[in-house]
């Protein structure tokens, strides 16, 4: 019996094209879209403070633009995995070099994600795969990667799992000591390889992904595609 494999490809190519479309109607590339405003002044701003808002919104349009931040091909793809998978999740963060903000698209089938009371967010963790390499230039203050890169002959293509919890922290006096002494959010790296050691700990002060979903269900924290 002659049998035949038929491939659609009708639904991928309208997921492009949908991200496509979104992408080019809420970020435009030749007007500002976001624009920063005050809060609590009681009154119209000044003419001054029109001003600085003004150009305040031009150079962040204008650096969310450039190759450095990287936002709009992580942007791109976190449009084509909203509405491909229904759930994207994009991280803003600072590199330890120069500490210049930057933004990656997190893939769906390396996350994990839980709401709070209210249906925000606010717990994010990820599993994810670097090479020796690439896990010695990120964390090099750990030991047993460091062993393993001072070796005489390093297999730096030998991967390694890590997993990237972030989750607000509570308990009590927790939220006010937080803006003191702790991050407002516990960000934790895990070697799962190398026995689970800690890599690195750090925190955020703001939740460090935004987590968008598209046709959400109550009681779900996941979304589902179009």
């Not at 190519?13 to 609590?40: I, V």
């Amino acid at each position: 019996v002659y049998q035949r494999r038929l491939l659609d490809t009708v639904a991928p190519m309208a997921a492009d094209r949908l991200a496509a479309m979104l992408h080019g109607f809420m970020m435009s590339p030749y007007d500002p879209w976001m624009k920063p405003y005050a809060t609590g002044l009681g009154r119209q701003p000044s003419f001054q403070e029109d001003a600085w808002f003004e150009q305040v919104t031009q150079e962040l349009h204008d650096y969310l633009l450039a190759t450095r931040s990287t936002f709009r091909t992580a942007s791109q793809e976190a449009l084509v995995g909203f509405v491909t998978y229904g759930t994207t999740s994009l991280f803003m963060g600072n590199t330890r070099a120069t500490g210049q903000t930057y933004y990656k698209h997190i893939p769906v089938r390396e996350c994990w994600i839980a709401e709070d009371e209210d249906g925000w967010v606010r717990t994010h963790f990820r599993r994810f795969t670097l090479t020796l390499s690439q896990a010695w230039k990120a964390y090099p203050n750990s030991a047993k990667l460091k062993e393993k890169a001072e070796r005489a002959k390093p297999d730096w293509n030998e991967e390694f799992t890590f997993l990237h919890c972030v989750l607000e922290r509570t308990g009590e006096g927790v939220r006010e000591a937080a803006h003191k002494l702790l991050k407002p959010f516990a960000s934790v790296v895990i070697c799962e390889t190398l026995s689970n050691e800690i890599v690195l700990e750090d925190g955020f002060d703001d939740f460090p992904f935004a987590v968008a979903r598209f046709n959400k269900r109550s009681g779900e924290a996941y979304g589902r595609s179009p």
